[in-house]
C-alpha cells in the first residue's frame, strides 16, 4: 500500500473517531455540518485514489460512511442520518475520481489556506489571524480541535510530499501557520482576550523559532508543520498556566 492510500486511511480512521466520540463543533448548523463530511470524506478519497484507482479504496470509504452512521445510531449522543451518508460518498467519490491533472492544484489550494498564502506582505500572519476567526466562530471543544489539528496534519504532509521536491519551506505554504495557530487554542478556554494572547505570543514563538521549535523544523518535510506546532503548543501551554 502507497503512502497516499495510507494516510487516506488513516484520514478514514480520524473521520471515524471524530464522528464517534461526543465531542462535536458546538451546535453547527444543517448546511455546515453537511459540508465537513463532504470535506472530510473528499480529502480521504482524494489521498485514497492519488497514485491509483482500483477502486477498493471507494469500497472502503462507503463501508467506513455506512459503519459510522450505524455506530451513530447506537450512541446517546449521535444520530443516524442519511444524509451525512449521502455527503460522505459525494465526497469520497469526487476525491477518488479527481482527474490526476487537478491534483497538484489541490495540493496547493490545502497547502496556502484557500490562497491566503499568496497573498502579499505576511501571509503567515493572515493565516494565523484567519484560524483565530474560525475557531471563535466555531468554538469547537479541545477534542474536537484535536481531531481538525491531526487530520489537516496528516492530509498537509502528503500534499507537501507531493508538490515540494526538497525540504525547504516556501512562503506561500501557510497550512503550517493554520495548525500551529489551532494547537495555541486547544487548552485555553474561549475569549477573545485569551485568543488574541494566544495570537500575539504564537507569532512571537513562530518567528523567534527558540531552539526546541528550531529543531523540529530541521525534520524532512515534516518539519515545515512541526516547528509551527511545537510553538503552538508551547504558546498555548504558557496561557494555560497563566489563564487556567
Not at 503548543?233 to 487556567?244: E, F, R
Amino acid at each position: 500500500m502507497g503512502t497516499s492510500r495510507r494516510t487516506g486511511v488513516l484520514l478514514l480512521g480520524v473521520i471515524f473517531l471524530w464522528g464517534v466520540l461526543p465531542a462535536r463543533i458546538g451546535g453547527p448548523s444543517l448546511p455546515t455540518d453537511k459540508l465537513i463530511h463532504l470535506a472530510a470524506f473528499f480529502l480521504a478519497g482524494f489521498y485514497i485514489g492519488y497514485r491509483k484507482r482500483d477502486f477498493c479504496g471507494l469500497q472502503t470509504m462507503i463501508l467506513v460512511g455506512l459503519l459510522l452512521e450505524f455506530v451513530q445510531s447506537m450512541t446517546p449522543y449521535r444520530s443516524r442520518e442519511l444524509g451525512d451518508w449521502v455527503m460522505d460518498l459525494l465526497g469520497g467519490t469526487a476525491g477518488y475520481l479527481l482527474p490526476h491533472r487537478i491534483r497538484p492544484h489541490l495540493d496547493r489550494w490545502l497547502l496556502s489556506g484557500l490562497g491566503m498564502g499568496n497573498l502579499p506582505g505576511g501571509p503567515g500572519t493572515y493565516a494565523s489571524l484567519a484560524m483565530v476567526l474560525l475557531m471563535g466562530w466555531l468554538q469547537p471543544s479541545p477534542l474536537t480541535l484535536l481531531g481538525m489539528l491531526v487530520f489537516f496534519t496528516l492530509a498537509g504532509w502528503q500534499s507537501i510530499l507531493h508538490l515540494l521536491d526538497g525540504p525547504d519551506d516556501p512562503s506561500w505554504i501557510v497550512l503550517d501557520e493554520m495548525l500551529g495557530m489551532g494547537a495555541a487554542l486547544l487548552l485555553i478556554p474561549f475569549s477573545w482576550k485569551n485568543y488574541t494572547a494566544a495570537f500575539v505570543l504564537f507569532r512571537i514563538l513562530d518567528i523567534a523559532k527558540p531552539p526546541g521549535i528550531r529543531h523540529l523544523e530541521r525534520v524532512p518535510y515534516l518539519g515545515i508543520l512541526l516547528d509551527d506546532l511545537g510553538a503552538g503548543l508551547v504558546a498555548g501551554g504558557i496561557l494555560w498556566l497563566v489563564v487556567g
